[in-house]
């Protein structure tokens, strides 16, 4: 396979200003029909080939201004690609090309699901549909014409807006032109027997935006919460960015089969079924602030990604980073911003932290690819997300505007790079930012420690900050980055103190930033009083591991710091201390204790968790077992679950009566809701009953699952009881079962369950899942629900010494690849971490790598992430 260099980029030999596409829609055989204005690109070398992008398309006809091209004009390439000999400075190229949608499994280009046509074509799925040079530096109009069997597809969408339609007999038709050009990675093309559910949004402009989702029969009454969602998401854009919606129509349609999670296609964006659909009984709190989230993310690409896409594919954060952090702006003015932000620097030190350690690190923006669909990773889009709120700190809220202001304005229908995106940040807020390219370039995640010093008879405080960077592969020195440090200095009452720098004339109150350039630089406090305790990195600053606080500090910041993020993180990292040692302790073989701080932060936390119960929920959680993992040089997945287990129970045991009257009193006696409030009453009273089941109650779990009316609740009860054994665990997985067979995004949390329990037959348990009627490997919802979610989210079943998870997840990626290759690169990730493991797992996870590389006809993709794995 070949490598891709960023530095290699060559402009486009030909531009595309207009496509016409014409399907003639046909599970078996469909034929597609594209008329290309071409003309030769003034930037490119002028004797560039014209080379077409193609894979397993089979040409039926091509011609050139009218002519037949005769074959000796027609170089196909090995990888698919058509090359024109002598082609001309421009021309009108058509070609006719047949497909067969319902044999592609692969769910890239056009394919069929549940009997309807769907398309995914980001990043290089346009290959699939036709010929075209499928990039995103080449922006084009497209109109489509697509002919269907009425019955079959009484539905037919595709992007922009709808100005034609006729048709008689079996077969309609119809045509949709949108007016703004666009890269082929955002055509879609949606065709079948739907429904929609429809609404209209009024811009502030005053355009009227008819809004429709389109789903499957019956599923209509569970599009309420997406549809409210894009609503919203359309005025906070408005209101926030000034950016108003530019069609007449906004269409969503939602497909049960689905590679990502949803596609922002211009004016048709494609959904997972699980980013839509959902109602109280069948969603948790989760799903719906996923489908908040995913929508609003979608629709804000309109934007940040479509007007002003990539220039190529290296620069893709330059569209998710900003994509995902204005998603999360969103959500946090949606709800509570303290909460919406543990929550996302939860799943950044989740997934993308050890990305940043492992094979697969790489830096934001990347240097090389074998495969672009390996890189839609936890590093380009979370790390990316926090690469532009490391700008909007350091510039300022309304700088940032003014600059996104002046983003969308010079580069508006132009396919551009990241240093784009950051000489309009640079030149509207007037503050040299060359040094945040450091944060796109390399790869690794920062590691800052403090150090500090206090002088009584000067009442001076010096504050020195240090940062490093490990080495990554191919990156051996990494220079410093620009780290802001929002901090604040607590007096040794617990009260926050105003700060003074010695260069400043006035104090300061409140959190406050400082910029962190160098390898090490030190900060003097004026007027201060007593030795202060500092508060770092509050709302969490900057992606960085922030070492060495010591304990005390820890239980300190813990109660009384000012900034809820810092609260909650010292609670955090004070309990991973202990667990850690704990995890050595129970490595030596000794008895693990009790630190008794633990039930205390405990009882702290549930008696002020009135003032807000969803913080209180992400305060009682434990650290994760990937978390801990993530903390240790060589990772004991074992000591550190029996650690977790030890802890849940004991605390369960000595805070039971608090825990239970925390429960009790946040019993939910109204309706369903799923406002802010709701969502955290319920995560705290199933942040406390998974400490009473801990601690030997499992009644009490039993009792929930049978009362419960909604999902949140009923699979929280679930998967406690899925943990254990005996007959409640049975009867209720069979209860589960029997009440959703009929469900495929409920039954996906069922498996799911099952993967994730801890119990030492998780692997036969697994394997006899994967056999079980309702799954279905090709289903990539429903491949991820057991396979990755036993390998991601059941650490210590997975390292079982046997090898036998390992080998399941070889055995796995090995039957998927030749299905969906994307899907089955993505599920190779935990094998990779070999080296975080002992030399006894590291072997056996290395043979299984091996015997997937040995694996014939792999994909491309796999192959990157099994051989990147191995070096
Ligand atoms: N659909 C994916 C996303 O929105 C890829 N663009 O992130
Ligand atoms: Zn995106």
Known sequence: ?????????????????????????DPAATEVRARLALRRNPAAAADAPLRLDGDGLALQEARMDGTVLPPERLVFG??????????????????????????????????????????????????????????????SRYTVTIHADRLRCPVLLSNGNLVEQG???????????????????????????????????????????????????????????????LKRSMAWDEEVFGLEYDLDVFNIAAVSDFNMGAMENKGLNVFNTKYVLASPESATDGDWQGIE?????????????????????????????????????????????????????????AAQFPEDAGPMAHPVRPDSYIEIDNFYTPTVYQKGAEVVRLIHTRIGAAAFRRGMDLYIAR??????????????????????LSSFMGWYDQAGTPEIAAEDRYDPAARRYTLTLRQQTPPTRGQADKRPVPIPVAMGLL???????????????AAQSGTRTLLLEAAEQSFVFEDVPAPPVPSLLRGFSAPVRLRGVPRDRLRFLAVHDTDPFVRWESGQQYAASVMLEMVAAQQRGEALGFDAALAEAVANTLAAADADPAFAAEALVLPGEGFLADQMEIADPVAIHLVRRHLRAEIGRRCGPALRA????????????????????????????????????????????????NMTDSLAALALLADGDGPAREAALASFHARWRGDDLVLDKWFAIQAMAARPDAIA????????????????????????????????????????????????????????????????????????????????????????LDTPDLSKGTFEKASKALL
């Open 1 to 25: 396979p070949v490598t891709i260099h960023r530095q290699d980029y060559a402009p486009p030999a030909f531009l595309v200003d207009r496509v016409g596409l014409e399907f003639r829609l």
């Open 78 to 139: 090995a990888d698919g690609s058509l090359t024109i000999a002598d082609p001309p400075a421009s021309g009108l190229l058509e070609t006719l090309v047949r497909i067969a949608p319902e044999a592609n499994t692969s769910l890239m280009g056009l394919y069929t699901s549940g009997g309807n046509f769907y398309t995914q074509c980001e990043a290089e799925g346009f290959r699939r549909i036709t010929f075209f040079p499928d990039r995103p530096d080449v922006m």
């Open 167 to 229: 048709g008689e007999g079996a077969t309609h038709w119809v045509r949709w032109e949108d007016p703004h050009p666009k890269p082929s990675y955002l055509f879609a093309l949606v065709a079948g027997d739907l429904v929609s559910v429809s609404d209209r949004f009024t811009t502030r402009s005053g355009r009227e935006v008819a809004l429709h989702i389109w789903v499957r029969r019956g599923d209509e009454s569970r599009c309420g919460h997406a549809m409210d969602s």
């Open 293 to 349: 989230t995913v929508v609003a993310h979608e629709y804000f690409h309109n934007w940040t990604g479509n007007r002003v896409t990539c220039r190529d594919w290296f620069q893709l954060s330059l569209k998710e980073g900003l994509t995902v952090f204005r998603d999360q702006e969103f959500s946090a003015d949606m709800g509570s911003r303290a909460v919406k932000r543990i929550r996302d620097v939860r799943g950044l030190r």
């Open 411 to 432: 580069n508006d229908n132009q396919a551009v790079t990241i240093e784009d995106f950051v000489r309009a940040m640079q030149d509207a807020s007037g503050i040299d």
């Open 491 to 505: 007096g040794p009452d617990g009260r926050e103190q105003p700060t003074r720098l010695a260069s400043e004339n």
């Open 662 to 709: 925390t429960y009790d009193a946040l019993a939910d006696h109204g309706p369903y809701r799923i406002d802010g409030a709701s969502i955290g009453r319920r995560a705290l009273r199933n942040a406390c009953l998974a400490y009473l089941t801990a601690a030997g109650d499992t009644a009490l779990a039993k009792a929930q699952f049978d009362a419960a009316t």
């Open 765 to 852: 348990q697994v394997r006899a899942l994967q056999a079980h009627p309702d799954f279905d490997l090709k289903n990539p919802n429903r491949a991820r629900s057991l396979i990755a979610s036993f390998a991601a989210g059941n650490p210590s079943q997975f390292h079982d010494l046997s090898g036998e998870g390992y080998r399941f997840l070889a055995d796995a990626v090995i039957a998927l690849d030749p299905v969906n290759g994307s899907i089955a690169a993505r599920l190779v990730g935990p094998l990779g971490q070999w080296r975080r493991q002992s030399a006894a797992r590291g072997a056996l996870m290395r043979r299984e790598l091996q015997r997937v």
